[in-house]
């Protein structure tokens, strides 16, 4: 890159690393008992943990049938995308219900990157087909399309935004009970068959939201490492960057017991509540699995072992943020697939521009972290050191450039696009980055440090280059 950009870039990340806000709204005191301010209960003092039951095991699949015969199913609605329709992790899962005598009906219109539309047809079509069970194969936009037709057929006189988060929807809580899914990823990445989340993009304002409650988790996800030998290379490495930011932002969040308000009633404590000490466990282990094995599944299509670590690592990193949560990579990543332009991912089968998620999340990852680490330098440098970085002589007040750094020699020996720019972007689109930022107060609030608007423009425009 040109010696003057990257003058820029640098000169932007000391901005991002100084400008810390001390006043009081802003500046987190880390001294404060767990849960208490000056004025009595404001932040949480409890984190709860909920997570799908989970099955793992090369052929796994086999056993769907069984399960939902002994759930007592007897309507089930299968749904995929029109890709994995033709492939045998579905051709297996069909197999086993009609071995098992389990009358069912396929939906495979799901949506690569789903939208409130693609979810309303899906939503459609289980209220027609009154289902008593569902079974989701496919990567995370099947899991959240099947856990919203799930929702939205459980609750039939909602309002699709009752239960999309705010500020976007009313975020009311889920009380309604739901039907058995089951839920078979096929990719290892977005860890949705343990979490309570649904993801989307509401096309009116170009920009992706959610819903988020423990009710809507799968009942069952079984972990077939099979499935993975499928993904084309771009899509495991694209998987496997959600899987490294899912990691490495539920590790750095705010502390559950510094996140605010405290809830008066325990439905309406968050899915994503901030770090604890449990979800830490799993995403420091997820990240172990990713430094060993991305690199190796994604230069070897049959190397199954590596494929298999990270289907588990996906899982592992769902468990850990689909309690803790994420922040602002996540945060930040929704407008950059949500505003494409002509961008096509290569090894996507898709009829539509897409900037896959994990790509969208990674890209601005060595911008967020050299921003955040002033907050919890010690937990930078760990997952620095994790992914390769050799620590030993560094500065605790160096740890957001050191990870930064280590990311992108990572990113680089995985050739990733060079930065937002070489996705279609350009510092002209970067008003409206942050303008489809601003709304994603579910995971943005839970940066360790808060961001102004001036701050989010600056991220933008560091990680318009990478190398």
Same mark, same amino acid.
């Given at each position: 890159?040109?010696?003057?950009?990257?003058?820029?870039?640098?000169?932007?990340?000391?901005?991002?690393?100084?400008?810390?806000?001390?006043?009081?709204?802003?500046?987190?005191?880390?001294?404060?008992?767990?849960?208490?301010?000056?004025?009595?209960?404001?932040?949480?003092?409890?984190? $709860?943990?909920?997570?799908?039951?989970?099955?793992?095991?090369?052929?796994?699949?086999?056993?769907?049938?069984?399960?939902?015969?002994?759930?007592?199913?007897?309507?089930?609605?299968?749904?995929?995308?029109?890709?994995?329709?033709?492939?045998?992790?579905?051709?297996?899962?069909?197999?086993?219900?009609?071995?098992?005598?389990? #009358?069912?009906?396929?939906?495979?219109?799901?949506?690569?990157?789903?939208?409130?539309?693609?979810?309303?047809?899906?939503?459609?079509?289980?209220?027609?087909?009154?289902?008593?069970?569902? +079974?989701?194969?496919?990567?995370?936009?099947?899991?959240?399309?099947?856990?919203?037709?799930?929702?939205?057929?459980?609750?039939?006189?909602?309002?699709?935004?009752?239960?999309?988060?705010?500020?976007?929807?009313?975020?009311? #809580?889920?009380? +309604?009970?739901?039907?058995?899914?089951?839920?078979?990823?096929?990719?290892?990445?977005?860890?949705? $068959?343990?979490?309570?989340?649904?993801?989307?993009?509401?096309?009116?304002?170009? +920009?992706?939201?959610?819903?988020?409650?423990?009710?809507?988790?799968?009942?069952?996800?079984?972990?077939?490492?099979?499935?993975?030998?499928?993904?084309?290379?771009?899509?495991?490495?694209?998987?496997?960057?959600?899987?490294?930011?899912?990691?490495?932002?539920?590790?750095?969040? /705010?502390?559950?017991?510094?996140?605010?308000?405290?809830?008066?009633?325990?439905?309406?404590?968050?899915?994503?509540?901030?770090?604890?000490?449990?979800?830490?466990?799993?995403?420091?282990?997820?990240?172990?699995?990713?430094?060993?094995?991305?690199?190796?599944?994604?230069?070897?299509?049959?190397?199954?072992?590596?494929?298999?670590?990270?289907?588990?690592?996906?899982?592992?990193?769902?468990?850990?943020?689909?309690?803790?949560?994420?922040?602002?990579?996540?945060?930040?990543?929704?407008?950059?697939?949500?505003?494409?332009?002509?961008?096509?991912?290569?090894?996507?089968?898709?009829?539509?521009? /897409?900037?896959?998620?994990?790509?969208?999340?990674?890209?601005?990852?060595?911008?967020?972290?050299?921003?955040?680490?002033?907050?919890?330098? $010690?937990?930078?440098?760990?997952?620095?050191?994790?992914?390769?970085?050799?620590?030993?002589?560094?500065?605790?007040?160096?740890?957001?450039?050191?990870?930064?750094?280590?990311?992108?020699?990572?990113?680089?020996?995985?050739?990733?696009?060079?930065?937002?720019?070489?996705?279609?972007?350009?510092?002209?689109?970067?008003?409206?980055? +942050?303008?489809?930022?601003?709304?994603?107060?579910?995971?943005?609030?839970?940066?360790?440090?808060?961001?102004? $608007?001036?701050?989010?423009?600056?991220?933008?425009?560091?990680?318009?280059? /990478?190398?």
């Amino acid at each position: 890159m040109a010696a003057a950009s990257q003058t820029r870039v640098a000169h932007l990340l000391r901005q991002l690393q100084r400008a810390a806000c001390q006043c009081p709204t802003h500046s987190h005191t880390y001294s404060q008992a767990p849960g208490l301010s000056p004025s009595g209960k404001t932040t949480d003092y409890a984190f $709860e943990m909920a997570v799908s039951n989970i099955r793992y095991g090369p052929g796994v699949t086999k056993e769907v049938g069984m399960d939902l015969k002994n759930m007592g199913a007897k309507n089930v609605c299968l749904m995929t995308d029109k890709n994995l329709a033709q492939l045998p992790p579905v051709q297996v899962a069909m197999d086993s219900l009609v071995k098992n005598g389990i #009358p069912f009906t396929v939906y495979d219109n799901v949506r690569v990157e789903p939208t409130d539309a693609s979810f309303m047809e899906a939503i459609e079509f289980a209220q027609k087909g009154a289902f008593d069970a569902y +079974v989701a194969v496919g990567g995370g936009s099947t899991m959240d399309t099947c856990k919203a037709a799930n929702l939205y057929t459980s609750s039939p006189h909602s309002d699709f935004l009752d239960y999309v988060s705010a500020p976007i929807g009313k975020g009311k #809580p889920v009380s +309604v009970p739901l039907k058995p899914l089951i839920a078979v990823p096929t990719t290892a990445g977005t860890g949705s $068959e343990t979490t309570g989340v649904a993801i989307f993009d509401y096309e009116h304002l170009k +920009v992706k939201t959610g819903i988020a409650s423990r009710a809507i988790k799968p009942t069952l996800g079984l972990i077939d490492p099979l499935h993975t030998l499928h993904m084309p290379a771009r899509v495991v490495a694209n998987s496997g960057f959600d899987v490294l930011c899912h990691a490495l932002e539920s590790y750095t969040a /705010l502390p559950y017991h510094l996140r605010s308000p405290c809830p008066s009633n325990p439905i309406t404590r968050p899915a994503y509540q901030g770090s604890n000490p449990i979800s830490d466990i799993w995403a420091v282990h997820a990240l172990r699995i990713v430094a060993k094995y991305l690199k190796r599944a994604v230069r070897n299509p049959d190397d199954l072992e590596a494929r298999s670590h990270m289907h588990l690592a996906s899982a592992f990193a769902g468990i850990g943020f689909g309690n803790a949560g994420v922040h602002l990579c996540h945060g930040m990543s929704y407008p950059i697939s949500g505003l494409v332009k002509t961008y096509k991912a290569k090894d996507y089968n898709v009829d539509h521009p /897409l900037v896959p998620h994990g790509l969208s999340v990674v890209l601005t990852s060595p911008a967020v972290f050299t921003f955040t680490a002033q907050m919890f330098p $010690e937990r930078h440098l760990e997952t620095a050191e994790i992914l390769g970085a050799d620590t030993r002589t560094a500065r605790i007040q160096d740890a957001g450039p050191v990870l930064a750094d280590t990311l992108r020699k990572f990113l680089f020996d995985l050739d990733v696009d060079d930065g937002l720019a070489a996705v279609g972007y350009s510092k002209a689109d970067i008003p409206a980055l +942050v303008k489809g930022t601003l709304p994603q107060e579910r995971v943005t609030k839970l940066a360790p440090r808060p961001q102004s $608007e001036e701050d989010l423009t600056a991220l933008f425009e560091a990680s318009m280059k /990478l190398y």
